[in-house]
């Protein structure tokens, strides 16, 4: 509206329609109300700055003249002013008027508004005053560096708040743009064009939506009402409120038509302004693209170390996915990026990342992006549990015990597991685009307890990437992962698979690093274990059990091994709450009670068998031996390394039973590549018998090798004669 301007002769003047003009506007200078009926003299203004500038107007060069009727108010105005006032501006001069920012015309700072060449300027706003007295002030829940800034509604806003100060009111008609494109620098407020950062719809709200092609799982991730939808809030909303709280703020609804509807609420010093914004189908991106974080758990006081895969599944790939994390609204560092899978032929690709603890993962690429919110459990460090780990030549398998329970195996259920993707697992949808058997392949098995297909011991076995660089720092779940699904699942032919771990040749640089890394996964489990059980990681007590037959040099390197592991990990230099036992004495402890009298306790494993002669229930043994003679010498080739090794061709049991085994595995299926990687890429006549020793725990499957064994009158000799062997070695000790 026009209300006035720029006059020759009074200086300024008002409209002629002033009255219908200024209608429905509530315009103030203090307690004066401009534009009504009752006039208020320049000396009974509340505001001291405009009286000044008033006077300093009158100072300029030629003004006494050029407005003789004003001068002369002014000289009768001046009278009336208190004494501090009257001094103030007798000290003024004329080049005063330069304190004072020049007023534009149309908000073109380029051109000055003056009157016969008098320059006009604007009043110099108190920020200050505008963040204490604004209705739009931001209400964040974080702390706010700098200046709070105004939330300005882009649509219409009928409510009758404090624009800027308390004397100017806001204007339901006016014009605010849907983004502010200045926030960091020049932020000018719309309409009255004070210097003050203001935020408005498009500053929270992406123009872009991403859909994922599976609905994401509510109860981990917070959705906001969406079911497949990242959520589409602006980095900026995270700086001003907490990631926990995210659904108190934003909701998003489907639309009939397949478009979604958000309604994003931001607090602010007068109530609350909402932004709506709906995104039609046009607007909504399908990405191919699933997450998943490892551990799935806050740890307060724990500086806990997370990993992030990522897969990627979409055709075009010319704009890469990136991942950033931030904790209270800041970014943290993260890794760089590791790639496991590389993703030929439009395949899927596998991407890692490790960062420290965060709130809210943003990703997407250069074009769009969302944000993912996870919902995870706090541990309560306030217990102390107890793990015994058996890392064995065949087998792995790792126990634990807190408080009254008794002990059992490590297992894991979806309720609290260890990782987490995106994905809702309930609803058994489609895994083309998001396949968590990846993840189960380059982790660990989701979930594993007496209830699924997959529980503990577990084969040992580890991956690791086909172009890792042993001289080179590298880490569990990035470089490598403990592959306890082998002979469970194929596994993946684009990572190495090595299998005789424990007995590796330890002054071999590749190897020794192998078993670190297998160590390290194996106590990153019960790393996680513990906080999931609200252990406390300083009280945690590992046992891990080590065969005597080893010699002094590959015990010694064992040993530190497992300290620095356990280090490493639990970050932590008491050694107390880490021992070590003989295999041969671990099974006695677990049975004495049924024999307390004189026994020969016998462990074979798959490398080594340990023996140990108990009397009288004692916790001591009487003496212990260990010699390698044990399983793989039934079932393998005789020799672990060199020529005869890897020979599965002449193995006599791998004779006897391939083809049984191959006309009873349905063709085509994971056991068949399973079996044929077996004998037909590292023929390992060992790994074929353990192969065949599993399945008589699947249901699915009717075939069990121990019996077999049983009624074979040639291949149970062998087994009839390694026992033999080894109670007569043990008889004459």
Partial sequence: QVLGGPSPAPVCFAAPDLTTASSGLTLACGHDILFDNEYAPLSERDDKTFIEYIFTLSKQPGFADLFPDVYSYLTEVFKSLDAD????????????????PPCPVLD???????????????KTSDPYEIERESDF???AELPVTGLKPLVLPHDRFAQHWAYTTKSVAWDPNNAVPYKNEKVTSGSRLPVQGDHYPWLSAGNFLEERLIELPYTIDSRKFATCGAKKHLLPLTPLFFQYFRAENVSKYLSLAELAGGGIEAKLTIPVNGG???????????DIVQTGMHLAILPFMHAAGIDLEYTLALQDKRFDRDHELFIECSQSGKKISISNPVVRKQGEGNTIRSTYYKTGAFD????????LSGF????????????????????????????????VNAEKAIDVTPDLPMWQSLIDRTREETRDLADDNNFEREIFPYQFNPGTNYRFPFRTALTYNQNINFNAPFDVF????????FEKLFNPVYLQLHTKLKWSNYSKREDKVLVESYIEGLMYMVYYKTLLLNGDPQKTKITWFYPVSMDAFEQGIFFDVWQKAYKKIFRTKDKENIMAVPESIAPYLHYRTAWPGLSLSLDIGGGSSDIAVFKNASNSPEFISSFKFAGNAIFGDGFPYGAFANSSDNNGFVKAYRKRIEST???????????LDILENRKDSADFSSFLFSLENEEDITFNYTDFLKQDRKLKLPILVFYGAVIYYSANL
């Fill in 272 to 282: 609350s302004v909402t932004f709506k914004k709906t995104w039609h189908k046009e």
């Fill in 108 to 122: 073109n700072e380029m051109n000055a508004c003056e009157i016969l060449g008098i320059p006009l300027g604007v």
């Fill in 665 to 675: 595995i349905q063709k085509g299926s994971q056991r068949e590549q399973i079996l």
């Fill in 372 to 403: 993912i919110v996870p919902v995870m459990p706090e541990s309560k460090a306030n217990q102390q549990v107890s793990f015994a780990v058996d890392f064995g030549t065949t087998n792995t398998h790792i126990e634990y015990k807190y408080g």
């Fill in 137 to 139: 002030a931001i209400k």
């Fill in 85 to 100: 006032l009257r001094a103030k501006i007798a000290g003024m001069s004329s080049s005063n008027i330069s304190d004072y």
């Fill in 478 to 485: 990035t470089h490598t992962n403990n592959f306890f699904l």
């Fill in 360 to 367: 809210a993962i943003r990703t997407g690429s250069d074009q």
